[in-house]
């Protein structure tokens, strides 16, 4: 094999996976916090790809331009969300939590299909089919940007956590709910930002992400099993661990389909799965459960 | 009470009353066979990843009835089933199709999806009359209830080497190295097994580097491309979707990957969201498939028909397979006049139509159900539009080819 091919693959991989990464991000915030696995992932990011896709339709905003507006959108749509729904049923058994957000799922792609239609959609930016070449090494634009732009709203995010007041009264009832109640903190309101925040990520992802690939209502399953995948080999409720799990994933990928075949892509995302839950089962950067 | 009631029945009335209950039953059963309507279920992709598909080929069903009743042919009722692209559920949606009263069965677009429509009308003994699916052993495994005027997979691969090599001489420019990239489903492979067996049999001037299956669920093409170029290949033979082909052409033109020409078995690379995602990187490509020829009749008139009731929507084989399915349905029903499953069959037998929508001599079925010969042409973009350029007796325009460069357009 062609060390150029591979370098290629790699680099590609690399960029591609940030993206994927940061829209884990997003289930892994809800689900470290609220404990919730948001089936409706996927179809929040489809929501926030076609968000993007109409800022551009509208107001000819580049996706990369629309990523804070898709971004409070769906912060928006989150709070709501967890607020008027998914609060009502975060004391009932796990099964019900995952029916209720499956449905929601199902209720919002039937409602792009209304809207939207089946066909799939995409924006033609100047530089959509530009790429810049370095040597034999050779990275598309869209891809370039849209990998810088996940880099800048997770570091946004991490630090958002880190260092304001709000962040870190999230991560105390991520920590000790029982603990954040005594010590005064609304938690219901915490909770709905926390859910908030996890669909700004995926609006966020999503305007990013329509950057690479067209849109169409029936992506989000695909995304929802992606993410998934991610956050368990990162470890779920990381966030670091969520953009490594996106990096690895990204990478193996593309490496598989260059090594082997590319319809040996999902098998090799999942063999890393299934080689981490033997190995670690918490994930690579996640926290034992005693 | 109860007595009096007992009583009140005599035998006299009773065999009567028996007598008059058989009468009315009779009169809808007979009325059923000899019926004015026909209903007829259409079963395809109407959501999942083949939706596009689906519903362009739902739209050449919907300007059926109007077209063909102004032709004098019977009425038809629609019972639509939608497949959601999966397998299990095509079966489970032929089965509530013929639970809900359709007399015959038309779809399903997809080769999987249409040998599990397939089996289920085998057991049901209810006419299959497919619209597109190439899958070979569809018309092999000795069905008496599956008709279809689609090509195979060979025949589509046979008609492309003829269709490849008339191009070749005429333009003077012969690729001796192809990249095979196929979505790796039951279509794909079976086109992609075709083509394989048969490229030493046609002599193919060129020798196949690199066979690249991929998942029919891909985001990013880019590894796929990146192994296409590894290949250095003159030409790229592609059997792909829709969104696939979109991906597929951003990374050929991102990773500067510039060949003598794209050449298709398949759909997606002539579809109006292809054309419009790609724009003019979407031009040149040479699509070897089953397509419309409106040097026929009923094609005009289905065109006329469809720029009515879709305008802005182009007219491909998706449509026009769909449209000449129904057309094989409304024909039988006019000879049989009746929907009786048995009527039906022997009729669909012995259909012969020449005047449809699509290349070919016309529509006559063997003894397996299937059309001997669906011929296919090279079907070219331009400028956004989709050229008929071979064989002769149907092309519209001369072929482009080699195609142009990426950084010449």
């Given at each position: 094999m062609d060390p150029w091919t591979l370098a290629n693959a790699v680099v590609s991989g690399l960029l591609i996976g940030l993206v994927y990464g940061l829209s884990a991000l997003g289930l892994s915030v809800i689900f470290g916090v609220i404990r919730i696995v948001n089936f409706a992932h996927g179809e929040i990011m489809v929501v926030g790809m076609f968000f993007a896709l109409l800022m551009f339709r509208w107001l000819g905003l580049d996706p990369l331009l629309s990523v804070p507006l898709a971004a409070a959108?769906?912060?928006?749509?989150?709070?709501?969300?967890?607020?008027?729904?998914?609060?009502?049923?975060?004391?009932?058994?796990?099964?019900?939590?995952?029916?209720?957000?499956?449905?929601?799922?199902?209720?919002?792609?039937?409602?792009?299909?209304?809207?939207?239609?089946?066909?799939?959609?995409g924006v033609h930016v100047g530089y959509a089919w530009d790429s810049v070449a370095f040597g034999e090494l050779i990275v598309d634009y869209p891809k370039m940007f849209a990998a810088v732009a996940a880099i800048v709203v997770a570091a946004l995010l991490l630090a958002f956590f880190k260092y304001t007041t709000t962040g870190k009264?999230?991560?105390?009832?991520?920590?000790?709910?029982?603990?954040?109640?005594?010590?005064g903190l609304n938690v219901g309101q915490l909770y709905a930002l926390t859910f908030g925040i996890g669909a700004a990520c995926l609006g966020a992802a999503g305007a990013i992400i329509l950057l690479l690939f067209e849109v169409h209502p029936y992506l989000a399953p695909g995304y929802t099993l992606l993410a998934f995948v991610i956050v368990i080999?990162?470890?779920?409720?990381?966030?670091?661990?969520?953009?490594?799990?996106?990096?690895?994933?990204?990478?193996?990928?593309?490496?598989?389909?260059?090594?082997?075949?590319?319809?040996?892509?999902?098998?090799?995302?999942?063999?890393?799965?299934?080689?981490?839950?033997?190995?670690?089962?918490?994930?690579?950067?996640?926290?034992?459960?005693r | 009470m109860k007595s009096r009631m007992t009583s009140a029945v005599s035998r006299r009335t009773l065999l009567a009353g028996v007598g008059a209950s058989a009468l009315a039953a009779s009169v809808p059963l007979r009325h059923g066979l000899a019926a004015s309507k026909i209903k007829v279920g259409i079963l395809l992709p109407r959501s999942g990843p083949q939706a596009q598909i689906g519903i362009d080929c739902q739209?050449?069903?919907?300007?059926a009835p109007e077209v063909l009743g102004a032709m004098g042919y019977p009425e038809m009722e629609y019972i639509l089933g939608d497949t959601e692209t999966k397998v299990d559920v095509a079966r489970a949606q032929a089965e509530k199709l013929i639970d809900a009263g359709a007399h015959v069965i038309v779809g399903a677009f997809d080769s999987g999806q249409t040998m599990a429509a397939a089996q289920v009308?085998?057991?049901?003994?209810?006419?299959?009359?497919?619209?597109i699916a190439a899958v070979t052993k569809l018309t092999e495994l000795g069905y008496k209830w599956v008709f279809r005027n689609f090509p195979t997979?060979?025949?589509?691969?046979?008609?492309?080497?003829?269709?490849?090599?008339?191009?070749?001489?005429?333009?003077?420019?012969?690729?001796?190295?192809?990249a095979l990239l196929h979505v790796n489903d039951t279509f794909g492979t079976s086109l992609s097994g075709a083509l394989m067996a048969l490229t030493p049999k046609f002599k193919m001037p060129y020798k196949i580097v690199e066979k690249i299956p991929y998942?029919?669920?891909?985001?990013?093409?880019?590894?796929?491309?990146?192994?296409?170029?590894?290949?250095?290949?003159?030409?790229?033979?592609?059997?792909?979707?829709?969104?696939?082909?979109?991906?597929?052409?951003?990374?050929?033109?991102?990773?500067?990957?510039?060949?003598?020409?794209?050449?298709?078995?398949?759909?997606?690379?002539?579809?109006?969201?292809?054309l419009q995602a790609t724009g003019k990187y979407g031009d040149d490509v040479i699509s070897l498939v089953p397509w419309v020829d409106y040097k026929k009749?009923?094609?005009?008139?289905?065109?006329?028909?469809?720029?009515?009731?879709?305008?802005?929507?182009?007219?491909?084989?998706?449509?026009?397979?769909t449209f000449d399915a129904v057309l094989i349905v409304a024909d039988a029903f006019k000879r049989a006049g009746s929907t009786k499953n048995t009527d039906l069959q022997a009729a669909l037998r012995t259909t012969d139509i020449t005047n449809n929508t699509t290349i070919g001599e016309g529509i006559r079925f063997n003894e397996k159900g299937q059309v001997p010969h669906v011929p296919c042409g090279a079907v070219q973009n331009r400028d956004g539009k989709q050229l008929v350029v071979l064989p002769k007796f149907a092309a519209v325009a001369e072929p482009i080819w080699p195609m142009r460069p990426w950084r010449e357009r």
């Open positions: 959108a769906m912060f928006g749509f989150g709070y709501v969300l967890q607020l008027i729904v998914v609060s009502r049923v975060s004391h009932l058994p796990e099964h019900m939590q995952f029916l209720l957000l499956a449905a929601i799922a199902i209720m919002i792609v039937s409602a792009l299909l209304l809207v939207f239609g089946p066909d799939a959609q009264a999230i991560r105390a009832c991520a920590d000790n709910r029982m603990g954040a109640q005594v010590v080999v990162g470890g779920l409720g990381s966030l670091f661990g969520a953009l490594v799990g996106g990096i690895l994933i990204g990478v193996s990928e593309a490496l598989a389909a260059v090594l082997f075949q590319p319809s040996m892509k999902s098998a090799f995302s999942f063999a890393l799965l299934i080689l981490v839950l033997l190995l670690r089962p918490q994930g690579l950067l996640g926290k034992a459960v | 739209r050449g069903a919907d300007v009308c085998e057991q049901k003994n209810i006419p299959l009359v497919v619209n997979g060979p025949m589509i691969v046979g008609d492309a080497f003829k269709n490849q090599k008339t191009l070749f001489a005429e333009s003077g420019a012969t690729p001796k190295s192809v998942d029919p669920y891909g985001r990013d093409f880019s590894a796929e491309v990146r192994k296409v170029k590894a290949a250095k290949p003159e030409a790229l033979w592609a059997v792909s979707r829709l969104n696939d082909a979109i991906a597929i052409t951003k990374e050929l033109v991102r990773q500067r990957v510039d060949l003598m020409g794209i050449l298709s078995t398949g759909p997606g690379w002539y579809e109006d969201p292809y009749e009923m094609a005009r008139r289905m065109r006329d028909a469809y720029r009515k009731k879709f305008p802005g929507r182009s007219i491909t084989s998706n449509q026009g397979y």
